[in-house]
């Protein structure tokens, strides 16, 4: 979080609960980018996304005026909190009606093999993903990117498995992810 | 709530907790408190957006490996009788190249230990073989694998339900679902109508399973359902005969789910 960053959603909070409509609209703003990754990542089904984002600034707002957050200054925790309810609320919806279909219920199928955009983005990044790994070389720095981003491990544990000290980590680290945002930002930015 | 602690960026740094959240497995608290900074922080949102790239490309990558045993197969899509068969082939397969392996070195021998050459060739055949062999051997652990996923099809819980007469009295039927089994079938016996609207209705009231387009066949309906859905208590499935865009009640069927003792 940003310097003063508490501070700044004390005011909106406040502004918002004294009937500002333009420190919503800020409101949205600020917040809108955190709540859509959080309920992406509580499983709320890309096509979804933009009907879930709506409702939870909905519900912020209608709660805000009503002057429902106790302590302003913990406005980030506030959304936070609405965001992962509207997506959990999501997925359970979901699990209890799942579209129309065969008869036979499946459930629970990844948001992400639904989503052709997100299967084009791993096919894309899989192509950079390989550039990197082939320009790191050895086996076990390959290891370590499987480790920390599929496996999320934490990183004594990758330290320990792979008997490395936490600088050689670091290092690891540092060399792949520059390497990936130079190939990102020459493929997707020019 | 209590307030959380604040994080600093040498925290999230040194805990990975980026790339942690995005592959889930940060413990709830510490996932909470990392989403009530991220929320408001647009330097960890790139860094997220970075490690759901990143992470979705080596996934790709793992997929695209050509040798792997599915780690969950489609169970529903494997005849058991092409299995068995490819097992027994595999059997009998695997057993081919061991008598080559023997035959190759057997060659080689006689041909005389001072022909290097010829021994050297043998054993290039011989090792060739043996690569066979171990393809082979590969085979049949993955038509064994597959096979005994098949078997788990044959054993999913079914259960024929009857309709109850004038409402929910009695518990119905019971369907005993084993501890592992990953889908439940009912199976009703209906008449008249090609589709068929469906409720699955918990004893607390709550509709835990619905389906508005059921085609039912020459017999009736069938449906499976995951067996996480149905941990054990009393259900009603409430089936109405769908005709346009009218419905009309054609029967309620009250069962129980009990648990079999693990073995």
Redesign the interface.
Known sequence: MEQGAGADGERLARAIAAGDRRAEHDLVERFQRGVRVILRRAGASPAALDDLEQEVFRLAIVRLREGALQDPARLAGFMAGIARNVGLRSVRERVRHPAAGAGVAVQDSPAERDDPLGELLGREQATLVRQVLDELGGERDREVLRRLYLLGEPRERICAALGLAPRQLDHVLSRARQRYRALYQRKFTG | ?A??M??DHDQIE???LA????????PSAER?AF?????????C?DQ????E??????????E?RPVRLPARPDV?RLPVRRLALALAAGLVIGAVPSLLVLRALQEARGQGASAHGAVAEAQARAAAVERSLREERQARTNAEAELAAAEQVQSLPVLALAETRGGDEGPGPSLRIPPGAPFAVLAVETGGYRLYAAQLIASDGS?????????ANAFG??????AR?LPPGGYRLVLEGVSGDARVAAGRFAFRVTAEPAR
Do not use: F, K, N, Q
Request: charged letters at 35%; hydrophobic letters at 50%; aromatic letters at 4%.
């Open positions: 709530m307030r959380r604040s994080m040194a805990r990975a790339e942690r959240y995005v592959a889930e497995t940060l909470e989403e009530e900074h991220l929320v408001d922080c647009p330097r949102l997220v957006d970075e490690a790239r990143i992470r979705a490309g080596l996934a790709a990558l793992e695209e529903a509709v835990i399973w619905r389906e508005d387009r059921l085609s309906v069938a449906v499976a359902l995951p859905l």
